[in-house]
């Protein structure tokens, strides 16, 4: 994924400084809106267990479903669909993407697997039960991370956005800037939708954000720095293998999966040798 920049053309930086006094009003207006945002509550969990997971797979998206994990795979030429045995790790049913597709998020809504891609501009349908192609809608963003509420599909596309489509169109129907106290939040990524909450990966940051989708503040956050060091059993030394996917597109945190039977989160992230299951205290 690209980082999204961000750019002054010669007219904008004339008006800036040429505007200073109502844009100096404008900033302190501003500041006074984001300090009314309480910082967000820091939220405490208990590593359960920890199940195989392939080394291989870029991790993109992750869900549970009739007591199996999805899984959406990314990279040009090795982006898959996966149903995956919890337990084991063995992979049960697999589809191949084109060489030509970037996959990335999942969400399993109505029984129907929404796929993203990422500079596609295509959202991929299959049925849940044997991965058999529904057909696509498209996307004019990129795609990033999904999941879903009652009656929405919630896509991400790497900016501080959180998009609520209608499943059989894409329709939009609203869009929420995600913010904590010091401004718009970006870089969302994996999306997990749970108990009214949008849980969400930030790409490159390790941590899982927990927001308000109504307000789009961000209320908790799950701080997750330097988990695979502290809780794997595996050797991690191929992550740090020269010219390897690991170094050159990054292990990072991605993938939130959720147990509704027993209140646990599962989390991954591209590339790790294990799939952890936490419970939030």
Not at 56 to 81: D, I, K, P
Not at 106 to 117: C, R
Not at 160 to 189: M, R
Not at 206 to 233: A, C, E, M, T, W
């Amino acid at each position: 994924m690209k980082r999204l920049q961000l750019s002054l053309t010669t007219i904008g930086v004339v008006l800036l400084f040429s505007c200073g006094g109502n844009t100096e009003k404008g900033q302190d207006q501003s500041s006074a809106v984001e300090n009314q945002i309480a910082a967000p509550a820091n939220l405490s969990y208990a590593v359960i267990n920890s199940y195989p997971h392939d080394t291989a797979a870029f991790t993109q998206g992750l869900e549970v479903y009739q007591n199996s994990f999805f899984e959406s795979t990314g990279l040009f030429g090795r982006s898959s669909l996966r149903r995956v045995d919890i337990q084991s790790g063995k992979i049960s049913k697999s589809k191949k993407m084109d060489s030509l597709i970037f996959a990335e998020g999942l969400t399993v809504y109505n029984d129907t697997i929404y796929q993203l891609s990422w500079e596609n501009h295509l959202v991929f349908m299959y049925t849940a039960k044997d991965f058999k192609p529904i057909g696509q809608l498209p996307w004019t963003g990129q795609g990033w991370g999904i999941t879903h509420d009652d009656n929405n599909l919630i896509i991400s596309e790497g900016s501080d956005k959180l998009y609520f489509v209608e499943p059989q169109t894409l329709k939009l129907k609203k869009i929420v800037s995600v913010k904590d106290q010091y401004g718009a939040v970006n870089n969302l990524n994996e999306l997990e939708f749970i108990d009214g909450y949008v849980y969400a990966n930030r790409w490159q940051y390790d941590y899982i954000l927990k927001i308000d989708p109504n307000s789009g503040y961000v209320v908790g956050i799950i701080n997750l720095q330097d988990f695979l060091q502290k809780n794997s059993r595996a050797d991690l030394n191929y992550l740090k293998k020269e010219g390897s996917t690991a170094m050159q597109s990054g292990a990072v945190l991605n993938g939130i999966a959720y147990n509704k039977k027993e209140k646990t989160l599962y989390i991954t992230g591209k590339l790790w040798p294990e799939i952890f299951e936490i419970r939030l205290q």
